[in-house]
């Protein structure tokens, strides 16, 4: 692996950094409503401002100045690494941010195991399978996953569990049992999607003719999906991470709001009603970071784990030095060549080089 | 001088319910029906416990913690706690109570007021609370402007604190304000000690906040919850508790729940002992548990429509007292909480200075009807009117929970007035409301205190009609600055009512009343004067 096309991946997460920058800075300003006059009313009774005060803060967030230097401003301050301060909360975006992480983590890796390992038994009981009935059943389920509402699923599960059943408590991010339920509510759309595309390479791989062999030399076909057709079929499913990622921030915000716990997605949500700009920045900001590392982890560690691309990224970036070469040292001549590695290229490397 | 926006209601949330929940609640309903639970009468002379952790739930979270700053029901209910004031406001008889006051004299022109304060009251950092904590704090207030937003209203025009001894503190106004007294009584006006105000006001609404009330700050999490433990040393209790020395509750967690259903449903399970916003199709299952429900109407001025005369409709007096009488308001009981009631006056009937005016809101759909055929409102082919080419229709952008408003659409429909509802967010229609181009605003404002009046309406102060230049109204509510009589200040309220009735300057709808349902293991949960809860003297019983 080169640290070129290291530094072209980099190159590339900037610029989609500054894209999700750019589109969040103007939909929040086209955005009807006055930060300033909702940070002093707030939602409270009295709501007489004195223009003098409002000057003064709309001065103190900028918002007196023109959009475009607004904008720079803005932009400038996020490259120097500086977020602001909440205008609801009067604290530090990176401090609400750090602060709202934790709990969300806990509950995106939680309800991300959960997903994995319903998300396996499904696809690979739905492969076994020799009864129609259930193999078609089973692979009905991954759609109902993802049709039903988080929102209902959250409170029909609040109702079971936590009012009927005193199982679990409904409320906050006390007890260690608090996060059974929102976990579950949050795995549910996460082990569809999962359970849907392990089941759609595993039946790839089960036509593979390497399989017939296997099977004809003695291997039972559980034993020989776990250990022949599994490891091929996962690899494609593990290009899903930055979805899968996407997924269970999104599913956060419901699910936070719908059990009451404190979190990146409740925040979110608290930071677009009360139109807190800087805020509402600084979590797409962090997303967009975050999804962009996660695809750069996934692209990084696929080749370690099939070595078929990584013999055909060695022969890829051979031939872009050779071009290289001859484009007498042209700077960004291998930024577009070499990275094979996105996502869906190589998920579509592997499903050929598995037919091969 | 101030500019006008909306006054807006304190119960209600900005933030939006997800009112899709509603199919699930049914079903939650139907699922629930089958516990059972019997309804016990509350044992009036039971004796209080000592001990437990009360836990409400609560809708949104505060954001801010300190009352002196913010003005909504959610922080103001959490700065009740921690903070007294120099008096209290009996929510009975309404009559001012002493406080950390032990007495207080006011002079025949209501300009100056010198309060006697106790002795011995500390804050809950162990510093003493003197005369200078008065003063520093009043004058903190008027340092934060817009940021106070009640309490600059309350002090407006003070023109000198004077602490001629520790126990005595002399406030002169440059004009009479005969409201300075019960504002007193507000959290509003609540002590911190020196240590907070020394602090940034973004520092103290984290919750870094000392003051001298039967709780302290224990830790404020965001989205998460606020929790509050007992002050033990606290000996100060206003003189309508019905308890001395420290509070009976170990301690309070608010947790922030913004769900209805699961608020609705962590009571009804017992993991929460309060549920702060009772849905109103709750109530009947709660009602049925034998769990309790405390509702008081908010005091001051109810939820109104308020014509802007700037309007090109709202202009027209016929058009503003036609809307006064094209409203039924007997039949709007059928679609709000049974705790809610139709407004009778401007002021809801919780106010000192509140009279019955109901015969002022008779629904007289035909006299409407005729007032606007006369003022030349003809009815057009779709039924609304139509006077020279134009149409009487508005636009009422709010964004209040109040269903009710589609009922109000209904019948104002037939009287030819066609009312367009357009529910926005918070900052959205605050700012529409800035521009001041609307011809209605809708909203309340809350105040144990008729001087709410004058704040709405007055022209030198809210103006919320957008008036030009002062008439007769704004002579009478000036009179009530001048005099702390009660009978006075009511008769020249009611009077100012009267006109804003009579002119169509305000158009009364309903009362607003926060609902909250208690537990049965809750006794003694009380409100203070301005509907806010006060809980030095509620308890626990330990069978839950």
């Known amino acids: ?356 | 001088m101030t500019t006008i926006s909306s006054p807006a209601a304190p119960t209600r949330s900005p933030q939006r319910r997800s009112h899709f929940a509603l199919a699930v609640l049914a079903a939650g309903s139907l699922l629930l029906a089958g516990c059972s639970g019997s309804a016990q009468a509350e044992d009036e002379d039971a004796t209080p416990q000592d001990g437990g952790t009360l836990k409400i739930a609560y809708d949104v979270d505060p954001t801010c913690l300190d009352g002196q700053q913010q003005g909504t029901n959610v922080t103001l209910n959490v700065t009740r706690q921690i903070t007294d004031s120099l008096t209290d406001q009996d929510p009975e008889t309404q009559e001012i109570k002493p406080w950390l006051a032990e007495s207080w004299d006011v002079s025949d022109d209501a300009k100056t007021f010198t309060f006697h304060l106790r002795d011995g009251v500390k804050f809950q950092d162990g510093t003493d609370f003197t005369s200078a904590s008065v003063k520093e704090n009043f004058e903190a207030i008027q340092d934060l402007g817009a940021k106070a937003s009640l309490g600059q209203t309350y002090l407006d025009g003070l023109k000198s604190i004077e602490t001629p001894d520790k126990q005595t503190v002399t406030f002169t106004f440059d004009k009479s304000n005969a409201q300075f007294l019960q504002a007193t009584s507000t959290m509003s006006l609540g002590f911190y000690s020196s240590d907070t105000l020394a602090k940034s006001p973004e520092e103290r609404c984290t919750g870094d906040i000392v003051g001298t009330g039967p709780f302290q700050v224990k830790s404020f999490e965001h989205n998460k919850s606020i929790e509050l433990a007992r002050f033990d040393d606290y000996d100060w209790p206003s003189s309508i508790a019905e308890h001395e020395g420290p509070a009976h509750l170990d301690g309070i967690e608010f947790s922030i729940v913004p769900e209805a259903s699961v608020r609705n449903g962590s009571l009804l399970s017992g993991q929460v002992d309060v549920d702060f916003s009772v849905q109103s199709q709750d109530e009947k299952t709660l009602e049925a548990q034998g769990l309790g429900i405390a509702s008081r109407p908010n005091p001051g001025v109810v939820y109104n429509l308020v014509p802007k005369l700037t309007g090109n409709i709202a202009k027209d007096k016929s058009v503003r007292q036609a809307l006064v009488k094209g409203i039924d308001r007997d039949q709007l009981q059928s679609v709000i909480s049974q705790h809610q009631a139709p407004a009778t006056s401007v002021l809801a009937k919780s106010t000192p200075e509140y009279e019955d005016l109901s015969d002022l809101l008779a629904y007289d759909p035909d006299g409407a009807k005729r007032l606007l055929d006369d003022a030349g409102w003809k009815p057009g082919d779709d039924g609304i009117r139509v006077k020279n080419g134009k149409k009487l229709s508005t636009t009422l952008t709010y964004w209040q929970d109040a269903p009710f408003l589609e009922l109000v659409q209904q019948q104002l429909r037939e009287i030819g007035f066609d009312l367009k509802l357009e529910k926005k967010t918070t900052a959205e229609v605050t700012a529409q409301q800035a521009e001041g181009k609307e011809e209605l605003t809708f909203g309340n404002l809350t105040r144990a205190d008729g001087d709410v009046l004058r704040n709405y309406f007055g022209v030198d102060e809210q103006n919320g009609n957008a008036r030009k230049k002062k008439e007769k109204l704004d002579d009478i509510l000036a009179r009530t600055t001048s005099t702390l009589d009660e009978k006075e200040r009511t008769a020249d309220f009611t009077k100012a009512a009267k006109i804003l009735i009579d002119e169509g300057y305000s158009i009364p709808i309903v009362e607003l009343s926060g609902v909250i349902g208690t537990g049965k293991n809750v006794h003694d949960f009380k409100y203070e004067a301005s509907s806010r809860f006060q809980l030095y003297d509620t308890w626990l019983d330990g069978e839950q």
Do not use: C
Not at chain 1, 238 to 258: H, I, Y
């Open chain 1, 1 to 356: 692996m080169s640290l070129r096309y290291l530094a072209s991946r980099l190159a590339q997460g900037l610029l989609v950094l500054w894209i999700a920058f750019t589109f969040s800075f103007f939909l929040l300003y086209w955005l009807p409503g006055d930060p300033v006059i909702t940070m002093l009313g707030a939602g409270g009774e009295l709501q007489s401002f004195d223009p003098a005060e409002v000057a003064r803060l709309r001065a103190e967030f900028n918002l007196d100045q023109p959009l475009p230097i607004q904008y720079l401003l803005a932009l400038l301050a996020v490259v120097r690494l500086d977020f602001g301060t909440s205008i609801q909360a009067g604290t530090p975006v990176t401090e609400a941010i750090a602060a709202a992480l934790p709990p969300t983590l806990a509950l995106a890796a939680l309800a991300l195991g959960l997903a994995l390992a319903v998300g396996i038994v499904i696809a690979v009981a739905a492969t076994l399978t020799r009864r129609p009935w259930l193999r078609d059943t089973l692979a009905a389920l991954p759609g109902l996953g993802v049709a039903l509402p988080t929102f209902w699923v959250g409170l029909m599960l609040l109702q079971i569990f936590s009012f009927r059943l005193p199982l679990f408590p409904a409320v906050g991010t006390g007890t260690p049992a608090a996060i059974v339920l929102p976990a579950v509510t949050l795995a549910i759309p996460l082990s569809a999607i999962i359970a849907q595309v392990l089941f759609r390479s595993l039946q790839n791989a089960w036509i593979q003719p390497f399989v017939t062999t296997f099977h004809a030399s003695g291997y039972t076909r559980l034993r020989l999906l776990l250990r022949q057709a599994l490891p091929v079929a996962l690899l494609p499913a593990l290009t899903m991470g930055g979805v899968l990622f996407g997924q269970a921030l999104a599913g956060s915000v419901v699910v936070e709001n719908v059990f009451s716990r404190q979190g990146l997605g409740r925040l979110a949500q608290t930071a677009v009603t009360g139109q807190d700009i800087p805020l509402v920045q600084g979590i797409v900001l962090f997303a967009a970071a975050v999804f962009v590392l996660v695809n750069l982890l996934t692209d990084l560690t696929y080749p370690l784990l099939d070595p078929r691309l990584r013999a055909a990224r060695r022969k890829l970036e051979t031939k872009a030095r050779d071009t290289l070469a001859e484009a007498t040292d042209r700077e960004d001549a291998p930024a577009g060549a070499s990275p094979a590695g996105s996502t869906a290229e190589s998920a579509s490397t592997v499903t050929e080089g598995a037919r091969a």
